[in-house]
């Protein structure tokens, strides 16, 4: 069964455009997600609506974040895109009459619903300004890795 991607690719995104500091294309962001530039512009209007991000047409134009990362959190992210169910299981309800259709659905039902409320509150947790300050640290140590590769590469070839 196919996985709902859409909160993570636009988180995807959004880090993009906050590490990119400049307006960003609907076709480079559909680039990072390889993806049609058509359903990136869908799912940004949903966030412009919210005020999250905002575009300009023409030159020099494109989707920008226009909120305080520190202040949107993944939540709001998750709502913004409607909420996506969080679980691809779910109840067997062929036979609701089913005493022990019953009490199976039951039981999942009371487990599914406290795991969704535990991972929906740690989106609640987590903000934009968390992820972007993640990435730029893991973007830093991984600049300097290649640079300390390539000084190591250039200084063998001068011996």
Same mark, same amino acid.
């Given at each position: 069964?196919?996985?709902d991607?859409?909160?993570?690719?636009?988180l995807h995104? &959004?880090?993009?455009?906050?590490h #990119?500091?400049?307006?960003?294309?609907s076709?480079?962001?559909a680039?990072?997600?390889?993806?049609?530039? *058509?359903? *990136?512009?869908? *799912?940004?209007a #949903?966030?412009?609506s919210?005020?999250?991000?905002s575009?300009?047409?023409?030159?020099?134009?494109?989707?920008?974040?226009?909120?305080?990362?520190?202040?949107?959190?993944?939540?709001?992210i998750y709502?913004?895109?409607?909420a996506?169910?969080?679980?691809?299981?779910g109840?067997?309800?062929?036979n609701?009459?089913? &005493?022990?259709?019953q *009490?199976?659905?039951?039981?999942?039902?009371?487990a599914?619903?406290e795991a969704?409320a535990?991972?929906?509150?740690? &989106?609640?947790?987590?903000?934009?300004?968390?992820?972007?300050?993640? =990435?730029?640290?893991? =973007?830093?140590?991984?600049?300097?890795?290649?640079?300390?590769?390539?000084?190591?590469?250039?200084?063998?070839?001068?011996?």
């Amino acid at each position: 069964m196919r996985r709902d991607s859409k909160l993570s690719s636009i988180l995807h995104v &959004l880090l993009h455009m906050a590490h #990119g500091q400049r307006a960003m294309t609907s076709e480079e962001l559909a680039q990072y997600l390889t993806t049609n530039p *058509v359903l *990136v512009r869908r *799912v940004l209007a #949903g966030l412009r609506s919210r005020g999250y991000v905002s575009s300009d047409k023409g030159h020099g134009g494109g989707w920008v974040i226009s909120c305080d990362l520190q202040t949107v959190t993944l939540r709001d992210i998750y709502d913004a895109l409607g909420a996506p169910t969080v679980f691809a299981m779910g109840n067997r309800n062929d036979n609701p009459e089913c &005493l022990v259709e019953q *009490v199976v659905n039951e039981a999942l039902a009371t487990a599914f619903d406290e795991a969704e409320a535990l991972l929906i509150a740690r &989106l609640g947790d987590v903000t934009l300004g968390d992820l972007a300050k993640e =990435f730029s640290h893991k =973007f830093n140590a991984h600049s300097k890795k290649k640079e300390s590769k390539h000084e190591h590469n250039y200084q063998g070839h001068d011996a």
